[in-house]
Nanobody, 125 residues
Framework: QVFVAESGGGLVQAGDSLRLSCEASEGTFSRYAMAWFRQAPGKEREAVAVIRLSDGSTDYADSVKGRFTITKDNAKNTMDLQMNSLKPEDTAIYYC??????????????????WGQGTQVTVSS
């Protein structure tokens, strides 16, 4: 069984940095991909960053390219999201997710099988 849990959220000011971490249960990294999604009030849940677990290749939403970096640590079973130059529009609940098998569209929330409870990120202006 796969379990993931997020940590690292908080309240920061615009321009600040924050690092989120997703701790995964043993065996999670044998799945296909992991991702960070976020959901702001009244908005759809959207993919922020994706990492394929076999080769570490990544994809980012246009809105965070150049500011966010997704990484994984196979030895620690963790996946992190380094967020720099944060903006008020980055305010949302951030979720860690796991896709068990290959999907072409890794930005779709419907292709993920396991989710964490989420961590709140609030960026004040």
């Amino acid at each position: 069984q796969v379990f993931v849990a997020e940590s690292g959220g908080g309240l920061v000011q615009a321009g600040d940095s924050l690092r989120l971490s997703c701790e995964a249960s043993e065996g999670t990294f044998s799945r296909y991909a992991m991702a960070w999604f976020r959901q702001a009030p009244g908005k759809e849940r959207e993919a922020v960053a994706v990492i394929r677990l076999s080769d570490g290749s990544t994809d980012y939403a246009d809105s965070v390219k150049g500011r966010f970096t997704i990484t994984k640590d196979n030895a620690k079973n963790t996946m992190d999201l380094q967020m720099n130059s944060l903006k008020p529009e980055d305010t949302a609940i951030y979720y860690c997710a796991v896709a068990n098998t290959y999907y072409r569209d890794l930005r779709s929330r419907y292709n993920y099988n396991h989710w964490g409870q989420g961590t709140q990120v609030t960026v004040s202006s």
